[in-house]
T-cell receptor, first 112, second 118 residues
């Protein structure tokens, strides 16, 4: 069974632009969570989705948004990029709520 | 809000030796889950071990075991017979139970970088 996949793996954007990151969960998994990882702040929760509904959102500005599709694939969008948005963005999926989360390899976003 | 603290930014161990990574957490909940995740240099986060707070027995997965002290809010990871492949960042994480809103949100510590010396 294929693991969690994230595309693209690397991305370079300019300040002010917007970006969309994609996450495909493990087949059959319905829950998807997103995390931002930076050297300074560590791993921080962005949001989670279950059955196309956002269940929880972390303490991030409204520039960060996401959605989940009927096939459980998820996207996150960051608008008006800032230098501080440079980070590794990790996606994790789980079968149903309460089960172990499996992480993808991440998308490395660099904002210049 | 829950917090997770890993007081050892870096640790090193000789191959075949045993090492213990520390983790403490703060919560007012009585039921919750604790995890140790491993993130090798390739960056893929891997679940190492999981502990349910209502279970008194410490979780064990092959060479990995935990020392869960609920009253002290401590959750340390012991790696026995360390191998070169154990070198990675190790993150301790906390999650509330499903009864608390059903969130999947993990609260992570800052991590401990483990080096294994041959």
């Amino acid at each position: 069974k294929a693991g969690v996949t994230q595309t693209p793996r690397y991305l370079i954007k300019t300040r002010g632009q917007q970006v969309t990151l994609s996450c495909s969960p493990i087949s059959g998994h319905r829950s998807v969570s997103w995390y931002q990882q930076t050297p300074g702040q560590g791993l921080q929760f962005l949001f989670e989705y279950f059955s196309e509904t956002q269940r929880n959102k972390g303490n991030f500005p409204g520039r960060f948004s996401g959605r989940q599709f009927s096939n459980s694939r998820s996207e996150m969008n960051v608008s008006t990029l800032e230098l501080g948005d440079s980070a590794l963005y990790l996606c994790a999926s789980s079968l149903i709520l309460g089960y172990e989360q499996y992480f993808g390899p991440g998308t490395r976003l660099t904002v210049t | 809000a829950q917090t997770v603290t890993q007081s050892q930014p870096e640790m090193s161990v000789q191959e075949a030796e045993t090492v213990t990574l520390s983790c403490t957490y703060d919560t007012s909940e009585s039921d919750y889950y604790l995890f140790w995740y491993k993130q090798p240099p390739s960056r893929q986060m891997i679940l190492v071990i999981r502990q349910e707070a209502y279970k008194q027995q410490n979780a064990t997965e092959n060479r990995f075991s935990v020392n869960f002290q609920k009253a002290a809010k401590s959750f340390s990871l012991k790696i026995s017979d360390s191998q070169l492949g154990d070198a990675a960042m190790y993150f301790c994480a906390y999650r509330s139970p499903e009864t608390q809103g059903g969130s999947e949100k993990l609260v992570f510590g800052k991590g401990t970088k483990l080096t294994v010396n041959p």
